[in-house]
């Protein structure tokens, strides 16, 4: 690993070519029957690392409004009273599993002594937006009123990764706009926040035409876009420097600190989009859960 001479960051280039290596071109559109076999394959633990073990890890419905809702239940540290943390996998809004953030989870879990709940919200084609942002949305109003049946201690924070990121902050605009409460801190991994922007590449193209299924883009899909990014919770957010969507991440932190909400941005130079996927061959995935433990335990005075 090497180090920044300048800002002092480790830097993950030989990792990062490794990788890329291995998995190959990622463009284009993908096969409908390759996308929902996807959705149940496990990752490959030689890319995607094994979980380290945790006191509690479960599979758990949310009861929320006409609908069950999916959610994998970790906890490593004695079940006492402690802040919730509500994590979102990626994928495009069409792709991604508990399965694919499992490492990631385990490791928030293990590292910061909060409860993680993973999301196993709708995916497009079949629930285009705003199904996926309103099982966010519920997810999150549902952990605020009855966080105490996991544990919780009144505190809730967000956190997800590039299209999961995109509905955090999208549920947190929700919430401001509509009066309810606010998560403690939003944790924005490398993420889409800007749908309305031409696409990166075709697969970008291919997966927000699925999500949006013709519909007009809204701040409520592409929070980059929103006129207004006041009033909203504290964040902190990761960018990753090889991602072609960095860029949404550093205009994105740029403008909540303009709009006076307290942001910490941290980049991870020489990483690709989605690196917390990878801790298999991935130190910077290691070096990220780290990062956000310490953020979360240094915001929420918790350890």
């Keep these: 690993m090497d180090v920044d001479r300048v800002t002092g960051r480790p830097r993950f280039r030989r ?6 290596e291995l998995v190959g071109s990622q463009d284009g559109p993908v096969p409908y029957d ?45 079940a006492t009273p402690r802040p919730l943390l509500l994590w979102l996998h990626g994928g495009g809004f069409v792709g991604g599993s508990l399965d694919d953030v499992d490492v990631a989870c385990a490791g928030l879990a293990r590292r910061s002594g909060l409860t993680v709940l993973s999301l196993d919200y709708r995916l497009a084609p079949e629930h285009p937006f705003p199904a996926a942002l309103h099982d966010t949305d519920d997810a999150l109003a549902w952990l605020a009123e009855h966080g105490e049946a996991f544990g919780g201690d009144g505190r809730v ?6 299209s999961g990121a995109n509905l955090v902050a999208a549920a947190c605009l929700l919430a401001r706009d509509r009066g309810r409460p606010l998560v403690a801190r939003q944790v924005l991994c490398y993420p889409w926040l800007d749908l309305a922007a031409d696409p990166v590449d075709g697969r ?18 592409a929070p980059l876009t929103a006129p207004d990014l006041s009033g909203l919770p504290p964040a902190l957010v990761l960018g990753a ?11 994105y932190a740029r403008r909540l600190e303009e709009a006076g909400v307290a942001v910490s941005y941290l980049e991870y130079g020489d990483t690709p989009h989605a690196f917390l996927n990878f801790p298999g061959v991935l130190s910077a995935a290691w070096t990220a859960m780290r990062d956000i433990a310490d953020d979360l335990g240094a915001f929420l005075a918790f350890r």
């Design 15 to 20: 990792e990062a070519e490794r990788l890329l």
């Design 34 to 78: 390759e996308l929902v076999s996807s959705r149940t394959a496990p990752p490959d633990p030689a890319l995607a690392g094994t979980p380290e073990p945790v006191r509690v890890r479960a599979d758990l419905l949310l009861p929320l409004p006409g609908r069950a809702v999916r959610v994998r239940l970790y906890r490593d540290a004695p």
């Design 157 to 162: 924070v967000a956190g997800g990764q590039s």
């Design 204 to 221: 970008d193209e291919w997966y927000r035409s699925r999500y949006l299924a013709g519909q007009a883009v809204t701040p409520l899909a």
């Design 241 to 251: 420097g090889l991602d072609p969507l960095v860029d949404d991440a550093r205009r």
